[in-house]
């Protein structure tokens, strides 16, 4: 058993203008489900598809900006998004880390905190989730 607190699962959050284009891709031709659907006006914002415990989230960047500002005008499309058995021992593990987004807790049952992992500057949330949200 090692101290250090282990992820459960790694999903890219693909950042797009536009979800609906991509989804055939995915549904279609490599038969992933959508399992999260969230609206956005009169078009999708966010969404969450998997296939054999294989997942990949979208979210268009309009949806970004009012979910997430500080992340809305990084350089980088692509935000990994983590779920940890548990965050208190992640940010101790992190600390001191460039905090991108403070430790918020979410509609979703997700305790969150989003930072730069220190060699590419790339965006990685690492989540509890809730038993709720689980």
Do not use: N
Request: glycine share 8%; net charge negative.
């Amino acid at each position: 058993m090692t101290d250090k607190p282990f992820i459960k699962s790694l999903t890219p959050i693909l950042v797009v203008d536009r979800i609906e284009p991509c989804l055939p891709f995915w549904t279609g031709r490599l038969g992933f489900e959508t399992v999260v659907s969230v609206p956005e006006g009169d078009h999708i914002g966010f969404t969450i598809l998997q296939r054999d415990g294989v997942e990949v989230m979208y979210q268009t960047r309009s949806s970004v900006r009012d979910d997430l500002p500080a992340l809305a005008e990084l350089a980088s499309s692509i935000v990994l998004y983590a779920r940890v058995e548990d965050l208190e021992a992640v940010i101790r593990l992190i600390d001191p880390a460039d905090i991108v987004v403070a430790r918020r807790r979410t509609f979703y049952g997700a305790d969150e905190i989003f930072l730069r992992e220190p060699a590419g500057g790339h965006v990685v949330g690492f989540a509890q989730m809730s038993e709720a949200g689980a």
